[in-house]
């Protein structure tokens, strides 16, 4: 306990190389800003998220708005200067590494992350340099290249070894059906030609499966020889091959059902008026290798799928993981706050401490809010989570702030970010119109921890509405410079390549 006291990081950093996302977010949800919290190589939870390949972790960051993201993104890490896309780039751990089965699906993963860290660090640093040693520096592709060349090489002969193999079952397969075609059971009338039992309902059955296998197998062939005849670069693992194997795969299960079906039918044809019984455990024992290929390959199929066409969802979840039960919980006591105010109280009249005006102390005692401390998650996840077109989000925070004016300057995070801070970072448009009204000249140039002021979170968030109702209150706040007065709001937009922010 003395440990986490004096470095509470190093169980945090702990927490999330394991992928305990419970506990992070318990964590989070109670103290916010603990998640930029950096260990002694500069790192928070989400460079240790990108380093162990822990998607259930690194989703988080897409939960937690504002310049604080962006602060951490720019940073560089360690001796080496890695910004977090550098840390993407470097080869994974075999252990983490082995959670995907072949080496060119463990390729693709290495891309797709690559891919989603690639997006959310800023335009420059996909240029910057490491420094590998004192005379080799690279950027992020390079890097990438150069680490994952021995697992480019093992993807490349995996896929060739998968493709020859199964292109020599579907070259079986479209061999023995084309010859099934011209070989009808039963055999062909000596005076016209036709098939003998080409009235009969299996035979009809017989035909049309024939038909599938022989298009199914050929189509099987098709791909596979795609496959080899492949450049097998880097980008051709994230989605090209993948895709190839996925439909050489389908197709060559088709072609083996329908010829099961074809080698059936043709049972069931010949015995139906004899003995039925001969049929159909001749049906029953072809479904044994219809069972053994699905049990052999249906999760590589389903590997190739998900990480191929699914991929969007491995890093975004669905549900919402942070303050989503705290946010409802602050919602339902402004809403009771709202069935109790008394009207009369606005107008100066003695409410006897029934009004709503009167019951902000209670919000307060059932929802803790220390407005210069960590824990102040009310005011921050309403921001955070409103809709910007919703009316009565903003009657819930306008309440606090008709009974105490005050609070539109007060620090209400750890690194002294106002609500105009988490407001701008959210990109509540229509909430931070609303608030600026109730700001003067000075409010705007209030800096956080940093020396960032709001329009620097809202050069981060891209918003040129909120950027320009700032500007507006106060033309000289462009020039006040964030980052402890090392760079412009100016430098965050060029950085994000906005042009009409800019302008």
């Known amino acids: 306990m003395l440990k986490f006291i004096k470095h509470p990081t190093i169980l945090l950093h702990d927490a999330a190389r394991s992928g305990n996302v419970e506990f992070l977010i318990l964590l989070i949800q109670t103290y916010p800003n603990i998640a930029w919290e950096d260990d002694e190589d500069g790192k928070n939870i989400f460079h240790v998220a990108v380093e162990n390949r822990l998607e259930n972790v690194f989703s988080l960051i897409h939960e937690i708005s504002g ?34 089965s072949g080496a060119a699906l463990q390729m693709q993963r290495e891309l797709l992350w690559f891919k989603e860290v ?90 049309i499966s024939d038909a599938f296998a022989l298009v199914s197998s050929s189509t099987s062939i098709l791909m596979f020889l795609s496959i080899l005849t492949s450049r097998y670069a880097e980008d051709d693992f994230l989605h090209l091959l993948p895709s190839k194997l996925l439909v050489g795969i389908a197709s060559l299960f088709i072609s083996i059902v329908c010829m099961v079906i074809a080698f059936s039918a043709t049972f069931f044809m010949l ?63 402004f809403r009771e706050l709202k069935k109790r105010r008394n009207p009369l109280c606005c107008n100066g009249i003695k409410c006897g401490g029934d009004g709503g005006c009167c019951s902000i102390a209670s919000f307060y005692k059932n929802f803790p809010m220390d407005l210069m401390g960590m ?69 705007m140039i209030l800096q956080n921890k940093y ?27 462009p020039l006040v410079r964030g980052f402890n007065n090392a760079i412009t709001p100016l430098f965050i937009t060029v950085s994000y390549k906005c042009t009409e922010m800019v302008s």
């Not at 329009?455 to 040129?464: E, P, R, T």
């Open 67 to 100: 310049l604080k993201h962006f602060s951490a993104k720019y940073r560089t890490t360690g001796k080496e200067k890695y910004n977090m896309l550098h840390l993407a780039a470097k080869l994974a751990a075999p252990n983490h590494l082995n959670r995907v």
């Open 118 to 207: 690639e997006k959310i660090v800023l335009p420059s640093q996909r240029e910057a340099k490491c420094e590998v040693d004192s005379l080799i520096k690279l950027t992020p592709c390079e890097l990438f290249t150069k680490e994952h060349k021995d697992l480019r090489k093992d993807g490349e002969e995996w896929m060739k070894n998968t493709a020859n193999s199964c292109m020599l079952v579907s070259t079986l397969i479209a061999t023995v059906v084309f010859a099934a075609a011209f070989t009808v059971p039963g055999g062909n009338d000596g005076n016209s030609g036709t098939p003998i039992f080409q009235h009969e309902f299996w035979f009809t059955i017989f035909v």
């Open 271 to 333: 015995y139906n008026e004899a003995n039925i019984w001969i049929p159909t455990t001749v049906t029953a024992i072809a479904i044994v290798p219809i069972s053994c290929f699905c049990a052999l390959h249906f999760g590589l199929w389903i590997d190739t799928f998900h990480n191929t066409y699914l991929s969007r969802f491995l890093f975004r979840p669905h549900q919402r993981k942070l303050f989503s039960s705290s946010a409802s919980h602050a919602v339902d006591l």
């Open 375 to 443: 824990s102040s998650t009310a005011i921050e996840i309403q921001i955070c989570h409103c809709r910007s077109s919703s009316q009565g989000e903003w009657e819930y925070v306008e309440l606090l702030l008709d009974g105490s004016p005050e609070y539109v300057r007060c620090a209400i995070t750890r690194n002294k970010e106002t609500v105009l801070h988490i407001a701008a970072g959210a990109k509540q448009t229509e909430f931070v119109e609303k608030l600026v009204d109730r700001m003067n000249n000075d409010d």
């Open 451 to 477: 020396g960032n002021t709001a329009l620097c979170f809202a050069a981060a968030s891209g918003v040129v509405r909120i950027a320009q109702l700032m500007v507006e209150k106060n033309e000289d706040l």
